[in-house]
């Protein structure tokens, strides 16, 4: 039994440092990627109940020198952990403005709002305000077309504090979205606080909304919970025509998903605006 258990333990350390080996390994491809130039936006729309474009959410890509592509639900976390989030982060808001830039020359793109994604540690780095400010500079950005997507965790944690530097942000004309609506704490209390524009429903209670009366229960109250706070409110993970048909029966009137258009790549997101038309 001693030798088993000797044997678990070299085993398990063996797997241990292949698993350290691995992450450094990624950290490393991360910061070739940087360099390199690796990581991509894609655009995924957001419609309104007319199915014409609101805006879209920008959402990273890895593509990897071989062609691949390396998921954000595997990197993102791990940049989050090791701080390379913050020049990947840049980089993403960089990118989103450069892009807001040039919709702005063209009539059928002009009036899109773009939502970028912001983790925890790049909301709560000093200099944050300080980079928004000089990209919306740089680019020369009207208020209201760049959209933060924070999530409930992010804004929970040392809240006067956020409350602070969303202030600062909605003084350069920032918009905010509370991104996962519904999976975190949702305490009335801070969220009446919070200068929040928009509830963003999780994707986990649109998938079931078929099937699931409760589901729908939810999205109702979300809704009317929004709307008495004065917020708007959008479903992700919007697949099928059914899921549509409840939420509009509970109120959301925008949405998000694939049945609208996946994340896409920057001139096939521009095709399928042409096509649907901007609000
Ligand atoms: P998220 O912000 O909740 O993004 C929504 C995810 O749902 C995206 O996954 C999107 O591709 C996917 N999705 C969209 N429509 C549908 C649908 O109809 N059905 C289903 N099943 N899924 C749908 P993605 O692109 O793999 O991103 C995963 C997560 O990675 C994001 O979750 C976000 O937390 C993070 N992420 C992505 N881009 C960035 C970024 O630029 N910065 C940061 N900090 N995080 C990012
Ligand atoms: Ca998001
Ligand atoms: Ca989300
Ligand atoms: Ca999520």
């Not at 990627?33 to 309104?48: G, I, M």
């Not at 009446?192 to 229960?217: C, E, H, W, Y």
């Given at each position: 039994a001693k030798k088993?258990?000797?044997?678990?333990?070299?085993?398990?350390?063996?797997?241990?440092?292949?698993?350290?080996?691995?992450?450094?390994?990624?950290?490393?491809?991360?910061?070739?990627?940087?360099?390199?130039?690796?990581?991509?936006?894609?655009?995924?729309?957001?419609?309104?109940?007319?199915?014409?474009?609101?805006?879209?959410?920008?959402?990273?890509?890895?593509?990897?020198?071989?062609?691949?592509?390396?998921?954000p639900a595997q990197f993102i976390p791990l940049a989050e952990e090791t701080g390379l989030i913050l020049p990947i982060g840049d980089w993403v808001l960089e990118q989103a403005c450069a892009q807001l830039h040039a919709w702005r020359r063209d009539p059928a793109m002009c009036e899109l709002v773009l939502a970028i994604n912001v983790s925890a540690r790049q909301f709560r780095q000093h200099q944050f305000v300080e980079h928004v400010r000089h990209a919306l500079q740089r680019y020369h950005l009207p208020p209201g077309v760049l959209k933060l997507e924070l999530t409930e965790s992010i804004l929970v944690d040392n809240i006067e504090e956020t409350i602070a530097t969303m202030k600062e942000l909605k003084?350069?004309?920032?918009?905010?979205?509370?991104?996962?609506?519904?999976?975190?704490?949702?305490?009335?209390?801070?969220?009446?606080?919070?200068?929040?524009?928009?509830?963003?429903?999780?994707?986990?209670?649109?998938?079931?909304?078929?099937?699931?009366?409760?589901?729908?229960?939810?999205?109702?109250?979300?809704?009317?919970?929004?709307?008495?706070?004065?917020?708007?409110?959008?479903?992700?993970?919007?697949?099928?025509?059914?899921?549509?048909?409840?939420?509009?029966?509970?109120?959301?009137?925008?949405?998000?998903?694939?049945?609208?258009?996946?994340p896409l790549p920057l001139a096939e997101f521009e095709q399928l605006v042409r096509r649907c038309g901007s609000a």
């Open positions: 088993a258990g000797r044997n678990a333990m070299r085993f398990f350390d063996q797997q241990m440092q292949d698993n350290i080996t691995a992450r450094a390994q990624l950290e490393e491809q991360m910061c070739l990627a940087l360099e390199q130039d690796q990581f991509r936006l894609y655009y995924q729309v957001q419609v309104d109940r007319q199915g014409r474009a609101l805006g879209a959410e920008a959402l990273i890509r890895w593509e990897q020198a071989d062609g691949g592509f390396v998921s003084a350069l004309g920032i918009k905010f979205s509370l991104d996962d609506f519904g999976t975190g704490y949702s305490s009335l209390q801070y969220l009446k606080r919070l200068p929040l524009d928009q509830l963003k429903i999780d994707q986990s209670f649109v998938r079931d909304l078929a099937t699931d009366g409760s589901d729908q229960a939810i999205v109702s109250t979300i809704t009317g919970m929004a709307t008495s706070l004065n917020l708007d409110v959008i479903a992700e993970g919007v697949e099928t025509q059914v899921q549509r048909q409840r939420l509009e029966a509970a109120g959301c009137l925008h949405y998000q998903g694939y049945l609208f258009g996946r």
